[in-house]
């Protein structure tokens, strides 16, 4: 098959696909690895296609992934107060699994606290904030280094998930929506975090308002599995972040809102009833656990506050 129909095909089964592994590519073009993605190079200079580690999507659509050193710097006392709040959610000598991402790392620095805990991570930056933790037992997935965010992806680590059961899961993502959930802009990121799913009986989003709203390439975790959400309180100016928190409340997703000022104390926004449909866990959640804040985490607002949350969630409801 020559370079020029080769490349033609390409382009249509990514067209076709919106996103193809180059392992795929090669195997239906009947090439090398090597060849394909010499392809397509050629094809993203023409603007055809972008490449993504260990594949090839759309141009544009979707937003793309930044690198660890500009995540870090975006919404760090966002993430701080998130990562206080979640920490309220793990109990002592549980066994629990902590993905990748700048939030979760956060979290993991104050779970060093929490004696007989076990921690499941596919991330070196998690397995750094813990490992001079005493009380704290740390298992790392195996798998290839992905440089740009420190975390281990791949067969291998999927693989070593295979039969692991923990309590519950706490992810990041690039972007949340009540339509899709939560999404990732790496195709090998998702696998990984969807092998983390699996293996845990209720799943914890951490994500800022920055992240509400925002749809990426590679779906991680269906909204109808996700337990909770911890996430901090939009700019009253962010209309598009406050409708998606009030849909994916309105999902059954309970809510913990955490202030911006790094204090642990949050709130959960109230989910709006289906007729006739009575309260009862999630799909994957242990019946009677996480029904709602434990009184260490969730402090209640002060009377104005309370006002405030009722008059937005009202002007949520009339538009």
């Known amino acids: 098959m020559f370079a020029a129909e080769r490349r033609q095909l390409i382009l249509e089964m990514v067209r076709a696909n919106g996103a193809v592994s180059l392992r795929e ?3 239906v073009v009947q090439t090398s690895e090597v060849t394909v993605r010499r392809d397509v190079r050629a094809l993203e200079a023409e603007g055809l296609l972008d490449r993504r580690h260990g594949g090839a999507v759309l141009p544009g659509g979707f937003t793309r992934e930044s690198g660890f050193p500009q995540k870090s710097h975006l919404a760090t006392a966002e993430k701080t107060a998130i990562a206080d709040l979640a920490a309220n959610f793990v109990e002592e000598g549980e066994a629990i699994v902590v993905g990748a991402g700048t939030t979760t790392q956060e979290l993991a620095r104050r779970l060093a606290r929490v004696p007989g805990l076990t921690v499941v991570t596919n991330s070196l930056l998690v397995a750094q904030a813990l490992a001079h933790a005493n009380r704290v ?10 440089g740009s965010n420190y975390a281990l992806v791949g067969s291998g680590a999927e693989q070593s998930l295979q039969g692991l059961r923990v309590s519950r899961a706490f992810l990041s993502g690039s972007g949340l929506t009540a339509e899709r959930g939560l999404s990732t802009s790496n195709m090998l990121s998702a696998s990984v975090d969807r092998a983390l799913v699996q293996a845990a009986s209720e799943v914890v989003v951490l994500a800022d ?6 749809d990426t390439m590679f779906q991680t975790v269906p909204t109808d599995v996700i337990t909770r959400l911890v996430t901090d309180e939009p700019p009253a100016h ?5 409708t998606e928190l009030q849909a994916l409340a309105d999902q059954g997703v309970q809510i913990a809102v955490a202030g911006a000022t790094g204090a642990s104390g949050g709130e959960e926004v109230p989910a ?13 959640q242990v019946p009677g656990a996480g029904s709602g804040l434990r009184p260490a985490a969730a402090s209640v607002l002060g009377e104005s506050g309370a006002e405030r949350e009722r008059a937005r969630v009202a002007d949520l409801r009339r538009r």
């Not at 037992?137 to 992905?146: D, H, K, P, S």
């Not at 962010?238 to 406050?242: E, S």
């Open 25 to 27: 590519l090669a195997r």
């Open 137 to 146: 037992e740390v298992v790392m997935t195996g798998g290839t280094l992905r």
């Open 209 to 214: 308002h920055t992240k509400l709203g925002t």
């Open 238 to 242: 962010d209309d598009r972040a406050h």
């Open 272 to 284: 709006r009833r289906q007729r006739g449909a009575l309260p009862g866990p999630r799909r994957g």
